[in-house]
């Protein structure tokens, strides 16, 4: 975890060693039924998988100096439980899965802070691309190297 916080060490994640990051479900991010929007997630999911990156090394420089960077081709999301205004959220990414060819699985896992109840689960395929062209190319040794999967938690 990038420097976690008590309460987030003590949540019970689907991997030993998640990047996480905590916020806290404001009224901009709710919908008509007064729970967070839909989109509100996906959005707090690319915030958290871009930090991610940056955390491996991997930012938009980094990228150009490269000559690849990823882009999302297909997004999975489960919502388990709603979240309201005040809710006190842990949200967190891995990289799942990663053959070093052109694409790779991150996946994410919401934990709501007051009961330990996990909120959301979702995965992002995403696709390795050429940064002059857009076209898809194979994974650079950096990225294989970076981007490895998670640790499972043993059972």
Not at 30 to 42: I, R
């Amino acid at each position: 975890m990038n420097s976690p916080s008590s309460a987030a060490s003590a949540l019970e994640w689907d991997v030993l060693a998640p990047f996480v990051q905590a916020l806290t479900v404001g009224p901009e991010h709710l919908d008509a039924f007064q729970h967070t929007n839909n989109v509100v997630y996906l959005s707090w999911l690319q915030d958290v998988a871009w930090a991610h990156s940056v955390s491996l090394g991997f930012g938009m420089a980094d990228y150009h100096r490269v000559g690849a960077g990823c882009v999302a081709r297909r997004h999975e999301l489960d919502y388990l439980a709603p979240t309201f205004a005040g809710d006190r959220l842990h949200v967190a990414t891995w990289v799942a899965e990663n053959a070093g060819r052109l694409d790779m699985w991150r996946a994410y896992q919401i934990i709501r802070e007051r009961d330990g109840r996990t909120v959301l689960r979702g995965r992002t395929q995403w696709i390795c691309v050429d940064m002059r062209t857009g076209r898809p190319r194979r994974q650079p040794p950096e990225f294989i190297a970076a981007y490895r999967p998670a640790e499972a938690i043993p059972k």
